[in-house]
């Protein structure tokens, strides 16, 4: 076997980035500290073809060297947006239909592996602060809380980590 070049991928350009059909997902970044954290979300955005991106609170946006470092240009390909308050996002996105996804580990949260989202239906998922997570207020208001089962020792995953975890699951479930 032997690995691919990158001329070799298959990629589209970002200018057709901007116009194929994009998977019906937002992510909403809730107060996210780090800007490499930042980075890799639009990185996996793009490789999954996400909606668009709202930066919430004290998220950093582009340009931005640190999160240029990780995003590799993804920044240019995914639509994003600074939205100053995640609640009054959450709301927003509510009165237009899109059911709202709090990724937290909180009471009668819903598994991911169980969860399946329903066709035709337009997600965001909102994904927390390093440290406290996703604000218990924007808990409150999503639709649901969806939680990715972990058996080890450790609290919780890395923010991107965990963002890649739901986008892909998502992903799949959307597709088929």
Not at 41 to 59: H, M, N, P, Q
Not at 144 to 169: A, F, M
């Amino acid at each position: 076997m032997r690995k691919l070049k990158n001329n070799e991928l298959g990629r589209i350009s970002v200018d057709e980035f901007k116009t194929v059909k994009k998977t019906p997902l937002i992510v909403v970044l809730d107060n996210i500290r780090s800007l490499n954290n930042i980075g890799s979300v639009f990185r996996t955005s793009d490789a999954f073809l996400i909606e668009k991106i709202y930066l919430c609170g004290i998220c950093a946006t582009p340009p931005n060297k640190d999160i240029h470092k990780t995003a590799l240009g993804a920044t240019e390909s995914v639509a994003w947006e600074y939205v100053e308050d995640t609640l009054e996002l959450v709301e927003k996105l509510k009165a237009e239909n899109v059911k709202v996804l709090a990724i937290e580990q909180a009471e009668n949260s819903t598994k991911l592996d169980v969860f399946y989202p329903k066709k035709g239906e337009k997600y965001a998922i909102v994904m927390g602060n390093e440290v406290k997570g996703v604000q218990q207020k924007v808990v409150t208001a999503s639709d649901l809380v969806i939680e990715i089962p972990q058996l080890g020792t450790k609290h919780s995953l890395n923010i991107s980590v965990t963002t890649g975890v739901v986008i892909w699951d998502l992903f799949t479930k959307i597709i088929r």
